[in-house]
């Protein structure tokens, strides 16, 4: 077997594993199996692929854009950096910090797949090369820097390093798509004079169209403009692979694209609202809520302890527990399972529901819980919750509160409404552990604060649940 034709297999091997892993991210049980199959796919796609050039060779005839390895002192060195970086990054990154992770990360291969038709424009240029080869290569700078610039004002917004609100001014989405045409008509004029200046100017346009597209967005919607993002470097990737006549570039592109696209997709569903509003309404700029205790029309909130909540569960017969991202802000996971396994000791039936848009990426609470070591069958998602939710006698919110709220459904006036629920409402008797009455990222007070049947418990969620579970032991 010729070496060409085993690192050919190597690459279908290598493609194979992408498809493979792409299944098993579909499921919270199969997801870590699928994490370790995709990056030992794309090592070996590596690994085979600075084989196939190393030392000036290449395999059948040379593809626009393929040629041999020159710098392989620098390409190790290059790889050596990375991996001491991105290694204990990835190792040691808290779980509320996973999404600005994701931003960063997406946001490298964007600007990867940007510098790769860069240097291919440069090198091609002289061969005077089809049209469509060029535009594959200018695609590529174009959506690679879109990708690379909106994931970095992503990352900040998330990690805090700016406002998390929508930036606004007058126009700005008129002078975006002003941005966006003078952008197709510079790749139009160097397709046709093939100007290396016009490509630095298209450049830097790039760069300005992307933090220009996720500056209005807020910081809750940007997990959905992060999951854009990605599908947009995956275009990018693909692009590279035309460039360089990569099959196995163009397949992992097209898998990141296609799946990144349904992805937001399914967020924007599960927020109960469009793309377009997502991307372009400035949601969550204005804060409506009061924050306080009580209410105009009298009602109030129903206020207890620690002790109050041992002694429902410890009562209950079946308890649901709604988790959300204030569970993740105060890493109380192992306690809230060390609590569930102990009424569950007493006989009582306890399970999670979980929202599809809980925390700050899909699937974030599933992850959490998973750390914590929570029985994978226990995880049952919004729909199949809503209808058991009926029969419970306790549900137990910690950390969520749009993803909660009644207003959702009764109030045509909220800027929640038509999104789906978890219908904790339903039970006979709701605990909600909040830090404070401050309204989540709507702005808006959550109705279920009030409902009579709810017992709000002020403070750090796992400083409560650990006098919860204190409370538990000492009704043994």
């Not at 870590?32 to 199959?37: E, F, K, Q």
């Not at 626009?64 to 991996?83: D, E, N, R």
């Not at 729909?383 to 509160?401: K, P, R, Y």
Request: one cysteine or more; proline letters at 4%; glycine letters at 10%.
């Amino acid at each position: 077997m010729s070496r060409g034709t085993l690192i050919d297999l190597i690459y279908l091997v290598s493609a194979t594993t992408f498809l493979v892993a792409l299944k098993g991210l579909g499921s919270p049980k199969h997801a870590r199996a699928g994490n370790m199959i995709a990056a030992s796919g794309m090592l070996l796609a590596v690994v085979a692929t600075f084989f196939r050039y190393v030392g000036g060779r290449t395999v059948n005839n040379v593809n626009v854009g393929s040629h041999p390895l020159h710098h392989v002192l620098l390409i190790l060195l290059g790889i050596f950096i990375g991996a001491i970086v991105a290694v204990p990054v990835a190792r040691f990154v808290k779980m509320t910090a996973m999404p600005q992770l994701v931003a960063i990360f997406n946001g490298v291969g964007g600007g990867a797949a940007c510098l790769v038709s860069i240097t291919e424009f440069i090198h091609i240029k002289s061969t005077h090369p089809a049209t469509y080869v060029t535009l594959e290569v200018l695609l590529g700078v174009l959506i690679g820097t879109v990708s690379f610039a909106g994931s970095a004002i992503a990352f900040a917004k998330l990690q805090e390093l700016m406002t998390g609100r929508p930036v606004t001014y007058p126009g700005q989405q008129v002078i975006n798509g002003i941005i966006g045409a003078v952008a197709l008509v510079l790749i139009v004029t160097i397709l046709v004079n093939g100007s290396t200046v016009l490509l630095w100017v298209l450049l830097a346009l790039a760069f300005v169209l992307g933090i220009a597209f996720v500056l209005p967005i807020g910081g809750a919607d940007v997990p959905v403009l992060i999951s854009l993002l990605n599908a947009f470097t995956g275009l990018a990737v693909a692009a590279s692979g035309f460039t360089l006549g990569s099959n196995l570039l163009i397949i992992a592109g097209t898998l990141v694209g296609a799946s990144g696209i349904l992805l937001t997709r399914m967020m924007s569903a599960a927020m109960g609202r469009s793309l377009s509003n997502v991307l372009f309404s400035a949601f969550g700029s204005n804060i409506t809520a009061s924050g306080a205790t009580e209410r105009e029309d009298g009602r109030s909130v129903r206020s207890g302890s620690a002790e109050d909540i041992a002694v429902l569960l410890s009562y209950a017969s079946r308890v649901v527990i709604i988790p959300g991202y204030g569970l993740a802000v105060a890493q109380g996971q192992h306690v809230l399972r060390e609590l569930a396994e102990m009424i569950e000791a007493k006989g009582i039936e306890v399970f999670y529901a979980i929202h599809p848009v809980a925390g700050r990426m899909p699937g974030h609470m599933n992850v959490l819980l998973a750390e914590a070591n929570v029985p994978y069958e226990q995880l049952i998602e919004m729909d199949e919750a809503n209808s058991e939710l009926q029969t419970a006698d306790v549900a137990l919110v910690v950390g969520a509160n749009d993803t909660v709220n009644p207003a959702a459904m009764d109030d045509k006036s909220s800027p929640i409404y038509g999104m789906p629920i978890i219908r904790a409402d339903l039970a006979e008797n709701v605990i909600f552990l909040k830090r404070s009455m401050r309204p989540g990222f709507a702005g808006i007070e959550n109705e279920l604060l009030y409902n009579p049947k709810t017992l709000l418990v002020f403070g750090d969620a796992k400083d409560t649940l650990t006098k919860v579970v204190a409370g538990v032991k000492a009704m043994a």
